[in-house]
């Protein structure tokens, strides 16, 4: 897949997406947040892509929406495009599990798409503000709802208010991120992960994404009720026949996405 922002990579089932503008630190303009969109979308259609890590440099995962682009955007434009949402609701339309790999700075429109993504292993130099409240407007594609969900009011309040940054081991402290790693180390345990995740079943591994994303939309009662649903049906696959009679005997479980 040829982009000019993005660069697509796949090895063994798990396809690497890297943001690429170093020029600005991977901010998120137009472009950049269109061809995101479509490689997401063209890999959750692609039967050689069982798990995708999204990361950028080493400098930086995302330093927010170009301000650049935006700066001179009226309300009526910002209206009008409905800025980003088409973008990224595309990511979240993806069915497949999307890990982020986090190293530098994932700022604003950068922190909210590594929240975004399913799980978020960072870097020990990684740096996650909402820094928006300089620039006199608000984070705008779901900042202030998913930080306060990660790490709860108070930080996120604190984040939002002060435009501070948080610190690999505060972001893993408060729940931001699942893991901090060396910077040396960040891709190796990624990949390592995700490779972990793709030789699972398919079909049990969308059904988690899927469940675990409900708890944020709905009641205990109606998510474990939820739960019980697609648990039960699970028993229908060929995999969880497979996946118990492994363990039974001993070997390693030959998942067919069937
Ligand atoms: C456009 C950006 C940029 C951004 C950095 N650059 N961030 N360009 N939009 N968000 C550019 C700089 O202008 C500069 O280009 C180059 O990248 C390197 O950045 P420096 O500032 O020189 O680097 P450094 O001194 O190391 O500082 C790094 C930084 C700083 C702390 C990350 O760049 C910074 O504060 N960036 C803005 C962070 C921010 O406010 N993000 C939120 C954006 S609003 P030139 O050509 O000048 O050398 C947002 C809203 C989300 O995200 C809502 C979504 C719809």
Same mark, same amino acid.
């Given at each position: 897949?040829?982009?000019?922002? &993005?660069?697509?990579? *796949?090895?063994?089932?798990?396809?690497?997406?890297?943001?690429?503008? #170093?020029?600005?630190?991977?901010?998120?303009?137009?472009?950049?947040?269109?061809?995101?969109?479509?490689?997401?979308?063209?890999?959750?259609?692609?039967?050689? !892509?069982?798990? *995708?890590?999204?990361?950028? %440099?080493?400098?930086?995962?995302?330093?927010?929406?170009?301000?650049?682009? $935006? %700066?001179?955007?009226?309300?009526?434009?910002?209206?009008?495009?409905?800025?980003?949402? #088409?973008?990224?609701?595309?990511?979240?339309?993806?069915?497949?599990?999307?890990?982020?790999? !986090?190293?530098?700075?994932?700022?604003?429109?950068?922190?909210?798409?590594?929240?975004?993504?399913?799980?978020? *292993?960072?870097?020990?130099?990684?740096?996650?503000?909402? #820094?928006?409240?300089?620039?006199? !407007?608000?984070?705008? &594609?779901?900042?202030?709802?998913?930080?306060?969900?990660?790490?709860?009011?108070?930080?996120? $309040?604190?984040?939002?208010?002060?435009?501070?940054?948080?610190?690999?081991?505060?972001?893993?402290?408060?729940?931001?991120? %699942?893991?901090?790693? #060396?910077?040396?180390?960040?891709?190796?345990?990624?990949?390592?992960?995700?490779?972990?995740?793709?030789?699972?079943?398919?079909?049990?591994? $969308?059904?988690?994404?899927? %469940?675990?994303?409900?708890?944020?939309?709905?009641?205990?009662?109606?998510? *474990?009720?939820?739960?019980?649903?697609?648990?039960?049906?699970?028993?229908?696959?060929?995999?969880?026949?497979?996946?118990?009679?492994?363990?039974?005997?001993?070997?390693?479980?030959?998942?067919?996405?069937?």
């Amino acid at each position: 897949m040829a982009y000019e922002t &993005i660069i697509v990579e *796949i090895e063994d089932y798990v396809a690497v997406v890297r943001l690429n503008r #170093p020029d600005a630190l991977n901010a998120l303009n137009a472009k950049l947040l269109g061809e995101l969109a479509d490689a997401l979308g063209t890999l959750d259609a692609n039967d050689k !892509v069982r798990c *995708i890590v999204l990361t950028g %440099s080493e400098k930086a995962f995302a330093a927010g929406a170009d301000i650049k682009e $935006m %700066s001179e955007k009226s309300f009526v434009e910002m209206y009008m495009q409905d800025f980003f949402t #088409p973008e990224t609701e595309a990511l979240l339309r993806v069915r497949k599990p999307v890990v982020a790999a !986090v190293a530098g700075y994932a700022l604003g429109g950068g922190c909210e798409l590594a929240m975004m993504c399913d799980f978020i *292993i960072c870097a020990e130099n990684a740096k996650f503000g909402q #820094p928006e409240i300089n620039l006199g !407007v608000v984070a705008g &594609i779901g900042g202030t709802q998913r930080l306060t969900r990660f790490v709860g009011k108070s930080k996120a $309040m604190d984040m939002h208010l002060t435009g501070r940054f948080m610190d690999a081991a505060e972001a893993e402290r408060s729940g931001l991120v %699942s893991r901090v790693v #060396p910077l040396k180390d960040l891709m190796k345990e990624t990949m390592a992960a995700a490779r972990k995740i793709a030789e699972k079943s398919q079909i049990a591994v $969308m059904v988690v994404k899927e %469940s675990v994303n409900r708890s944020y939309e709905t009641t205990l009662r109606e998510g *474990i009720l939820f739960e019980r649903r697609v648990f039960h049906s699970l028993f229908a696959t060929e995999d969880q026949k497979e996946g118990m009679a492994a363990f039974m005997e001993k070997r390693t479980a030959q998942f067919r996405d069937k």
